[in-house]
């Protein structure tokens, strides 16, 4: 392999590759970027034992390929040292256990690792029958993945259930105790339903192609494949039974608050202070007469809060529920409309918050209590 | 102790003096923030076991002092709390165990800790009489600090020695492998020495004052009392003997080149990826026949870098010098102008940077071995 390159352009890619392949693996060549170079473009190949990224970089007018081949060096040192190296650079093979990288009076040989040894990606039948807009995908992905189970005791709820239907896509994440779930318009012809682990779909945030750009999903039953542009991603599935989530959602409520979404985020956010160092965050909710709500957190060890807000109630009120402070925040910090309805069944039931514009997002909060 | 005053105001000043606050400590109530209300101002005092800070704000026109007294209350917990708070809020310590905060329709109240437990701060007889901008010392804190020992086997070179002398300040650090000394003309009249901890010169440089404030510097043997607007910080210092520096500097040597600062820090910093895992970045400097340098680091892990740069060279060439370049990276950012001198007494001896428009500062690093 011999080939001359700007070094901007390589630079970028091998730093976003960088981020996927293993640092700690017991296979050493994880610890790699592939570089090939063949038919005018250079292709970037890097990953972990879950997840694979690829980047093809056409070379046409950035450089020129004098000799075709490929070669394997640890994505730590190409990344540190392309992000110092000024102008072009050449990347020449021509020795047997190093690539030398030249700019100008600067000279540096890295060491190469086994091109032989680099793992050949699986086989992949299925065609990208999906599309929808990277910017859709992400606003979805940042609205539900935060609601998956930190826990690896159900290895399936660490995930976000991604449901195929014809025309639309329903994303959905759980721990149990809360849930959010967000329809998407797609391009998708299928019925089917996937599970996507967390490091995929944060993968895919981290994708620095513009919003409108069209990603194109195709998967078969252990993998899913995702191809913005130059950049494909590839990632093991999660196997197992995702839990039938329609019947947790309630129907009917007794009561139903309208709320200012930033105020009633600031007033959780004052009475969050008040669990301390306590692993949860109990703060309580009254539903007062005379259209107001009341937020309550008392701790022994710091002091107390107490606040009232105006709000718009229909429906039964005195009562209280007490839930989780810190999940009351992440729901409330998905929703992006600023009037949103929770709805109430009392001081045992899970609420659920949604905003009346929006029926294509929903969450669900179970109380921590009954008091 | 009741009084109104508005939330920002006092919650810039508490959440500077919390950074100072005792998290962990074996005396609770170093936790706690001091607020004392008297005669038409709010002081605030916080703390740990070596510094206190105080930071008096006048009341009138933000708010309303109703009750003089005083209180202690957990600095993490009023931090967070005020930070949330909108508007004016009023503190009122009627109840015996707390302190009421009121804004609106928000009651929070937060346990206090007991007052007359509160350190009294030791009493000081020097007045303050060395006086300087900021500016100007927080400059001269930045180029001497990252130099100070970062092991405690040498107590004393753990700080920063300042010389008072007519009309000077002299900021000394070193930890026997390099050194970095900058003068500052200031307003003084006494010659005496004192080495200040990195911690106290850590908040100093934390201090959010515009640069053009004068801050004023008083001390006695064993404290230093630093004043700047309505900002005090007071803080030990670190006694015994500071190493006599004068002899170690050099005043003759066998070659001096010229060198552009940036291109020279791009270079080093290139080399050092090549140490990789390694405690030490040994970069190999050669001054080379022809008025070029040459830059090499070589390592069995990872590979090898070989650099030219042109340089103005004068006396003698032809031997090199491998130095920490980590070091090397840190004089080279500390040095503010773009022309700089290097100048060597062959390879066994420590090298001295400088630039020749600035006489005031100047930067020594030993070698590592000879070559």
């Known amino acids: 392999m011999n080939l001359i390159v700007d070094h901007s352009i390589v630079s970028t890619a091998v730093s976003d590759l960088q981020k996927v392949c293993a640092t700690k693996s017991v296979i050493p060549i994880l610890s790699g970027i592939k570089i090939e170079a063949e038919k005018g473009a250079i292709k970037l190949t890097g990953g972990n034992s879950e997840m694979f990224m690829e980047k093809m970089i056409p070379i046409e007018g950035n450089g020129e390929i004098i000799e075709e081949g490929s070669v394997v060096v640890v994505a730590k040192y190409l990344n540190e040292l392309l992000k110092k190296f000024p102008g072009k650079i050449q990347l020449n ?33 299925s065609s990208y029958n999906v599309k929808m807009t990277l910017g859709d995908l992400k606003e979805a992905i940042k609205q539900t993945l935060f609601a998956v189970s930190k826990s690896d005791s159900k290895p399936v709820l660490t995930g976000v259930q991604f449901v195929f239907q014809k025309g639309k896509l329903i994303l959905t994440a759980t721990d149990s105790n809360r849930l959010s779930r967000k329809m998407l318009q797609v391009h998708s012809e299928h019925m089917e339903s996937i599970v996507v682990p967390d490091y995929c779909l944060n993968e895919i945030l981290n994708i620095k192609e513009a919003d409108a750009s069209v990603i194109e999903i195709a998967h078969d039953r252990n993998l899913i494949a995702i191809k913005v542009n130059n950049t494909t991603l ?85 009562f209280s529920i007490t839930l989780d402070g810190r999940y009351l925040i992440e729901a409330l910090k998905g929703i992006k409309e600023e009037e949103i309805t929770m709805q109430f069944n009392g001081n045992m039931k899970p609420i659920v918050l949604k905003s009346e514009n929006n029926p294509s997002y929903l969450q669900l909060i179970s109380p921590r209590r009954a008091h």
């Open 93 to 125: 093979a021509s020795e047997k256990s190093t690539v030398i990288i030249k700019s100008g009076d600067i000279t540096t040989k890295l060491n190469r690792l086994h091109v032989e040894q680099y793992p050949k990606l699986p086989a992949f039948q």
């Open 234 to 318: 590839l990632s093991v599935l999660i196997e197992g039974h995702y839990p039938d989530i329609r019947a947790l959602i309630p129907n009917e409520f007794i009561s139903r608050v309208k709320v200012n979404r930033k105020k009633l985020l600031a007033g959780v956010e004052r009475a969050c202070i008040f669990s301390g160092s306590s692993k949860h965050n109990d703060v309580n909710l009254r539903l007062c007469d005379g259209d107001s709500i009341k937020i309550t957190s008392i701790s022994t060890e710091i002091g107390m809060i107490e606040e009232y807000q105006k709000v718009h109630t229909e429906g039964e009120t005195n």
